[in-house]
Every structure is written in structure tokens, then in C-alpha cells.
């Protein structure tokens, strides 16, 4: 069965330094999404993104934020300075024609 | 503001009941509403969608309802099994068009043998 998948499964990173998480959404969704989820809080949606282009993107997603997909296959969230409070877990997820949204494994950031 | 809550933090039942557990939102209008499975340090799992012109879905042991009037839904699992135990989480489409998900705080489940 086909799956989205995240690298790393988890990211120790300085405060300060940039950090690029990397999604591999499933081969024929078209709509893709980061969320986060800090421990033991719910998960909060960060940006879609659909036809190579930002859709929506929630008050989280500030300068800091940014995504890409850079080829055919690859979805990137790249946060350039991270903080203390980035520490979550970082999921990724595809859409196809329905609106079942099938999310990956996630990667654990942990800033220090 | 728009706000979605799940009834309770966790939920302890015995195997073989009925699980139920509620979803309520406030300053929505959702065309459908979805189910998702959480574990622990993994990424939620769709279960259930239901729109807002059906009262309830059913897969296999799972119930979802709907009521637009009283902004709610229940999801309901059957026969429940120590295997269902985790937290389950509501979400709404906030504009209806698919770009933006807002999920509740989930419900964690636990199924005592």
C-alpha cells in the first residue's frame, strides 16, 4: 500500500541553525501538508500546498517557514532559525481526489 | 472564535463495550467532518468521513453521526478490544475547500482487558 514518508525520524538541531525536513508524499496525491504537534498537545496545521504554490498557511507559518517541492517527488519544510519552541513533531501529509488525507510518520525536531 | 473539543481527555472502557466519544465545535459551518486514529509517536490515521447531509456512517465496528443543528458528532466503536486503544481525534475542513485542517484536542482511548 502506498505511504508517505518523512527524514529524518528525528532531528536534534542548535537554536539558530536551519533545519529542512523532507516528505515523500504519495506518488499521485496532488495537495500536501505540514503539520506539527508539540508533546502532548494537538496537531496544528501549518500550510497546504497545491499545484507548486502556498494554498493556505496558518499564523504559525511565519518568515522563519518556508516549503518547496523541488522535484517530482520531494515536499521540504525548511525552517531557517529555529527556536526553542520548534521542538515538535513534524508531520507530513498528501491528498488525492478525496479528502482523505494520509500523513507520514513524522519527524522528531528537538531544539537545544 | 471557531473551536473544536473533544469531550474528554481519555476514556477507560471495558473490552466488549461500546466506546463513544464526542466531537463538538462552536463558529463552524463544516461540510464534513473526519476521524482520525492517533498512537503514540505516530502520525494520525483516517478512519471515518461523514458530511453534513448524512446522519451516520458505519466501517466494519465504527459509527460516526453528524448533527449540524447541535454542532456535533459521536463516534462510536463496537465490541471495542484492547487493540483499539488510542487517541482519536476529530478534524474540520475550516473552509471547505480542503486546504485547511483544524484538529481537536483527541480523546485517548483506553480498552481495559
Known amino acids: 500500500e502506498p505511504e508517505v514518508t518523512q527524514t529524518p525520524s528525528h532531528q536534534v538541531t542548535q537554536m539558530g541553525q536551519e533545519v529542512i525536513l523532507r516528505c515523500v508524499p504519495i506518488s499521485n496525491h496532488l495537495y500536501f501538508y505540514w503539520y506539527r504537534q508539540i508533546l502532548g498537545q494537538k496537531v496544528e496545521f501549518l500550510v497546504s500546498f497545491y499545484n507548486n504554490e502556498i494554498s493556505e498557511k496558518s499564523e504559525i507559518f511565519d518568515d522563519q517557514f518556508s516549503v518547496e517541492r523541488p522535484d517530482g517527488s520531494n515536499f521540504t519544510l525548511k525552517i531557517r532559525s529555529t527556536k526553542l519552541e520548534d521542538s515538535a513533531m513534524y508531520f507530513c501529509a498528501s491528498r488525492g481526489t478525496t479528502d482523505e488525507q494520509y500523513f507520514g510518520p513524522g519527524t522528531r525536531l528537538t531544539v537545544t | 472564535s471557531q473551536k473544536i473539543e473533544q469531550n474528554s481527555e481519555a476514556l477507560n472502557i471495558q473490552e466488549g463495550k461500546t466506546a463513544t466519544l464526542t466531537c463538538n465545535y462552536t463558529?463552524?459551518?463544516?461540510?464534513?467532518l473526519q476521524w482520525y486514529r492517533q498512537d503514540p509517536g505516530r502520525g494520525p490515521v483516517f478512519l471515518l468521513l461523514i458530511r453534513e447531509n448524512e446522519k451516520e456512517k458505519r466501517k466494519e465496528r465504527l459509527k460516526v453521526t453528524f448533527d449540524t443543528t447541535l454542532k456535533q458528532s459521536l463516534f462510536h466503536i463496537t465490541a471495542s478490544q484492547p487493540a483499539d486503544s488510542a487517541t482519536y481525534l476529530c478534524a474540520l475542513d475550516l473552509y471547505n475547500y480542503g486546504q485547511n485542517f483544524v484538529f481537536g484536542p483527541g480523546t485517548r482511548l483506553s480498552v481495559l482487558p
Open positions: 463558529n463552524y459551518s463544516p461540510a464534513y
